[in-house]
Structure formats: C-alpha cells, structure tokens
C-alpha cells in the first residue's frame, strides 16, 4: 500500500493503463509518461488541469457525484469500476465496512453448508479468507497446504496453477474481488495484511493490484483439476448474506448427469469412507484394555 489515497492511487492507475488512442485523442511523438497525461484527463472530464491533479494526489477527495461520473466517462470505466470509485469518494463513516470480530458465521449459514454434501459450498470474507465450509469442499481443495485463503492459494500454495486450470483468469478474479472489497472498506486491517503479504510473496500479485481492476464474484464457469477424480467443470455462483454483507456464500454446481457430477459423487464416497475408517479406528482405539504395571 502506498501513501497516497484510495482514490488517487485508483485514478492514476486507471489513467496509466489508457493509451490516447483509447479514448480517440491523437498521439504525437513518443510520451514521457505511460497512459494519458493528467491534463488530458481533465480536458476530456471537462475540469481544470488543477483539480484534477488535487484528485490525484488526495488534496481532493470529495468531487460532486457530477465531477466524478465525467471522470469516469474520461477513463472509460465499466460499471463496477465506476461503482467502486463511487465508494472511494464516500466518507469513512458512509462506506459498508466489516465490524470487528465479525468473521463468526451465522448458525443457520452453517447448517446450510452441511445439508449439501453433493455440493462444494463454503463462505468467505472480504479478503478471500475461507471462514467455513462443507466436508465436500474441503475434499474438493485437499491437494493445497491449508484451505484458508483463496488468493493465497492461488498465488503462493504450489497446488494452485495445476488445481486451477485457467490460472490466469483465477489469479485476475482474485485481486479483482479484493480490490472491489477494498473499497468498501480501505482501513480493514485483514485486506491491508493479506495484500501485503501476497505482493511480498508474488510478483505476479504485486503487478495486478497495481491496476487496480475491480469485479465482485459472478457466476461463471470454472475448470479445475483434483489429483484424485480428474478435471472438473463447475458452474460457481456467490450469494451475499443480508445480515453480513461482507460474508459471501459460494457454491460449485455440476451439470446434472455430466462428468464432474460423477467426479463429485466419487469424491464423497471416497470422503465418507475416510470418515468411517477413522471412525472405527477411534473407537478400537477407545474399546481397548487399558493394562496397569
């Protein structure tokens, strides 16, 4: 993290990743900086060279919501990105922040996972950190050192580039989907320490949060592959909990009759039978005679 604000570091970045050409301005020569330029952006925003540069460099930090959709028409932001611009606008007290010693998942949250066993399913936090699942999820993910954080997983667990088969579409997802939560909540000390970490430990983290794109968990489709079933194609979708909207609910779906639904039932029976083997083992262990000297 850098010592300027959210909402500069989000623009000059936006800015940076843009050619003239991007936003039909014509380019003479070669540019002594990557991107537009500041003044560009503020010409095309329709505000002065000297407010946007205050913009950039946190001497400004609460534009007219006209100010900042003209910003966002300049840099041609996505809707996702304009949203999170929004909310790097927004006061500290007006932004939806996780509240302290919250990461304790509902009951009925819980009982939900557990009444999917043929459903990977587990929740997570802002920064991606897995705070439940289900036994199938945890089967699912039993090729990695700890199932405790996606993004850490994805970047620094050797499992992660052969469990996910489209490595580079998962690792942009992850920093997208902390980026966005980041800017419900700048100050959260856990997303402050997980993205320090990760650009300590991964050059290629480091680079994608520098660009600062930002996309929330969708439904898409997911090609994963587990050393004991085989590859698996899943339909992921994410629901947000109204009474903890920082916690997210994921569930991995298989097509009915396809292949990874078979991979799926396999993967529990072999689960189940772990389960029984170490079940029976406990209690041999508690039903033998204890000898005295």
Known sequence: MSDSTPLGEF????????????VGLPEHGRRRVPGLRREEVAMLAGVSPDYYMRLEQGRE???????????????????????????????????????????????QLLQLLDSWPET????????????????LAAALHSGFQRFDNLARMVFVDPAGRDF??????????CVAEIRAAYGYDPR????TEVVETLCARSPEFSELWARHHVRGKTRQTKNLRHAQ???????????T?????????VVYQAEPGSPTAAAFTELRSRTDNRRAEQEKH???RISEPTHHP
């Open 11 to 22: 623009l000059r970045a936006r800015r940076e990743g843009l050619k003239p050409q991007d």
């Open 61 to 107: 930090s609460s534009p007219s919501s006209q100010v900042v959709d003209a910003v966002a028409d300049a840099l041609h932001l996505d809707d996702e990105a304009v949203d999170h611009l929004r909310r790097l606008t927004r006061a500290p007290e007006e932004r939806r922040t996780a509240p302290a010693g919250r990461d304790r998942v509902a009951p």
């Open 120 to 135: 990977p399913a587990f929740v997570v936090g802002p920064a991606l950190d897995i705070l439940a699942h289900n036994a």
């Open 164 to 173: 996910y088969q489209d490595w580079d579409k998962a690792a942009q997802s």
């Open 188 to 191: 959260s000390p856990r997303i």
């Open 229 to 239: 079933v085989g590859d698996l194609q899943i339909q992921f979708s994410a629901f």
């Open 241 to 249: 909990d109204n009474e903890a909207p920082h916690q997210q609910l």
């Open 282 to 284: 406990d209690a041999e």
